[in-house]
T-cell receptor, first 114, second 113 residues
Framework: DSGVTQTPKHLITATGQRVTLRCSPR?????VYWYQQSLDQGLQFLIH???????AKGNILERFSAQQFPDLHSELNLSSLELGDSALYFC?????????????FGPGTRLLVL | AQSVTQPDIHITVSEGASLELRCNYS??????LFWYVQSPGQGLQLLLK??????LVQGIKGFEAEFKRSQSSFNLRKPSVHWSDAAEYFC???????????FGTGTSLTVIP
């Protein structure tokens, strides 16, 4: 158990809908990262927040957004969902924000868009 | 640009045999290197990491990895594989000027009795 929690574990929805994925980092960690894992794209970095502020963006679509709240939990919002958004979404956390920080991964949220 | 290559998509080894998973990276400076393991339906678990110093790094579950700057490699090894090692293995590089990991495409390990 990494100490990172993600809810829900599974999510089934329809195209065009909007969903919110939630992540609680390990106690004391200030950074939260979001990743998307799909069969054709592999593990792709989406976005990084540090202590409430956006720090880096990766391959995140404009239909996706995220935020980190004062209690340091984070939410990833996916809107206008398409079939291709079906994937496993991971959240990771680290103590600080450097590239050398070990990231601890949550169990993931499996999203299925029908 | 940073990148990570894992040349072997899938590897099959017999239980008790030795294992080496290959990882090559592209990065302009000394990288931070990581190996993670993902069991089916699970998140990623850190096996080991290299920041600096001794180029042979010991990790959990009997794994080790060696950083070879001249070859831009960070291969993962285990002397004797157990059936429970069957999983997906990911190599990653952390940029010291950025805030993200770059992951390889993973190597799927099958262990046969």
């Amino acid at each position: 158990d990494s100490g990172v929690t993600q809810t829900p574990k599974h999510l089934i929805t329809a195209t065009g809908q909007r969903v919110t994925l939630r992540c609680s980092p390990r106690s004391g960690d200030l950074s939260v990262y979001w990743y998307q894992q799909s069969l054709d794209q592999g593990l792709q970095f989406l976005i990084h927040y540090y202590n409430g502020e956006e720090r880096a963006k990766g391959n995140i679509l404009e239909r996706f957004s995220a935020q980190q709240f004062p209690d340091l939990h984070s939410e990833l919002n996916l809107s206008s969902l398409e079939l291709g958004d079906s994937a496993l979404y991971f959240c990771a956390s680290s103590v600080d924000r450097g590239g050398g920080e070990t990231q601890y991964f949550g169990p993931g949220t499996r999203l299925l868009v029908l | 640009a940073q990148s990570v290559t894992q040349p072997d998509i899938h590897i099959t080894v017999s239980e008790g045999a030795s294992l080496e998973l290959r990882c090559n990276y592209s990065y302009g400076a000394t990288p931070y290197l990581f190996w993670y393991v993902q069991s089916p339906g699970q998140g990623l678990q850190l096996l080991l990491k290299y920041f600096s110093g001794d180029t042979l790094v010991q990790g959990i579950k009997g794994f080790e990895a060696e950083f070879k700057r001249s070859q831009s490699s960070f291969n993962l090894r285990k002397p004797s594989v157990h059936w429970s090692d069957a999983a997906e293995y990911f190599c990653a590089v952390g940029a010291n000027t950025g805030n993200q990991f770059y992951f390889g495409t993973g190597t799927s390990l099958t262990v046969i009795p």
